[in-house]
């Protein structure tokens, strides 16, 4: 085949993939709201979607990649190392097009035994780490690599700290699977989950407790040999790109401040680079258009996404941090049937249901949804909430 044949049936398949994506995950209803401010009105119950909400341009590139793959590779056995996105229906729909999913165990073991040369496998937009990417290159199937350029970006910085003697500190969730990629390209490492971990890290290399109650508390969440008295005098600041930004400025400013204090201001630069923006544009932009959507006049709010996202269960703390009743749901049948939801609350693993739910009268409900949220799930829900008001 010459170049320009396989030029044409590139656009061909990258064509038939686009359709094929608007009718399994855009919406008619939503593409209305987006262009009509954003508000639906239907009887009592008012809607209003957030400015910036569901698929950010890495998850579609990502799912659009996996798609494209399987009508590129039709007789081919694909696997994805892990969930492509942290979406129910995606995975669910991808694994209808004979795609398997990698086995994890609950100590986050992949068993990539089945796997063979002639096999096609999906790298997520998370990333994998390097010691993943090495074993399928040594079984030398095809990969086809999505990781988001935003995950690429905080593992050049990590890298940068690296080769400079820094140990990395990650604003992350030490199980994640991006931040255990961005983890094994660092020599000397520490994941600290939130504001109160950071805090109990610096009063540490102020003196406060003890190398056993420190390796304690940070069990998994340290690089091997992590010595805390010696890898704790040079500190860089990155992150997990899903994490709320203004935690990760305050955590790496608390850090600043620190180690300001240990060393003095002439000796800051040897031991603390400051962080750079790693927070992908549309976390931001989604986590921006939350707060000003929990600033409107609203009776009760909806954050959609899955369970397991990170980005999506971000919008949700926003949403709890404010005295609305406010519910993260992973999609439309959450919603019913009656007057019913299903839906999870922060620090509860487990998924509750509230009945009723809908109150009486005249209402506003705000809507968001995390990055790897399609359209369809959101319209599904608008619909649901609709059809409990018209006795559906």
């Known amino acids: 085949m010459s170049r320009t044949d396989d030029h044409q049936k590139s656009c061909r398949l990258t064509q038939a993939v ?83 999913f990698v086995d994890i165990s609950q100590d986050g073991y992949k068993d990539f035994s089945e796997i063979s040369a002639s096999h096609v496998v999906i790298v997520p937009a998370f990333g994998a780490s390097v010691q993943e990417m090495q074993l399928l290159e040594q079984i030398g199937c095809q990969i086809v690599d999505t990781t988001c350029p935003w995950v690429s970006r905080v593992w050049q910085r990590v890298n940068k700290y690296k080769q400079q003697g820094f140990t990395a500190i990650i604003h992350g969730k030490y199980k994640h699977e991006e931040t255990v990629a961005t983890a094994s390209r660092a020599e000397n490492y520490l994941i600290i989950q939130n504001l109160d971990e950071a805090e109990w890290v610096c009063s540490y290399i102020l003196g406060s407790s003890s190398k056993k109650e420190f390796l304690r508390k940070f069990t998994l969440a340290y690089s091997h040999g992590f010595d805390p008295d010696l890898h704790l005098n040079r500190l860089g600041i990155t992150n997990q790109t899903t994490m709320l930004k203004g935690e990760t400025e305050r955590i790496g400013a608390l850090f600043q401040q620190t180690l300001l204090k240990r060393y003095g201001q002439d000796s800051l ?37 899955g369970y397991n996202s990170s980005n999506t269960g971000h919008l949700f703390d926003i949403a709890a941090g404010i005295s609305l009743p406010s519910y993260h749901i992973d999609g439309q049948s959450c919603i019913g049937p009656g007057n019913r939801i299903s839906h999870k609350s922060v620090g509860k693993p487990a998924e509750q249901t509230t009945e009723p739910w809908l109150p009486a009268g005249t209402l506003t409900i705000g809507i968001t949804s995390g990055a790897s949220t399609p359209d369809q799930v959101v319209a599904g829900v608008i619909e649901n909430i609709f059809a409990i008001r018209a006795g559906r």
């Open 269 to 305: 630069s040897q031991h603390f680079l400051s962080p750079g923006d790693t927070i992908c544009d549309a976390t931001q932009e989604r986590q921006d258009a939350m707060i000003k959507l929990v600033a409107e006049n609203l009776d009760l709010i909806l954050v959609i996404g």
């Open 18 to 100: 686009q359709g094929e994506l608007k009718r399994e995950y855009e919406s008619d209803l939503v593409g209305q709201l987006r262009g009509s401010g954003n508000t639906i009105t239907r009887g009592e119950i008012t809607i209003r979607l957030a400015e910036a909400f569901g698929f950010c341009w890495g998850v579609d590139r990502a799912v659009s990649a996996a798609h494209e793959a399987r009508r590129r590779f039709p007789d081919r056995q694909i696997w994805i190392t892990n969930e492509i996105i942290h979406n129910p229906l995606v995975n669910e729909k991808l694994r209808k097009l004979a795609i398997k």
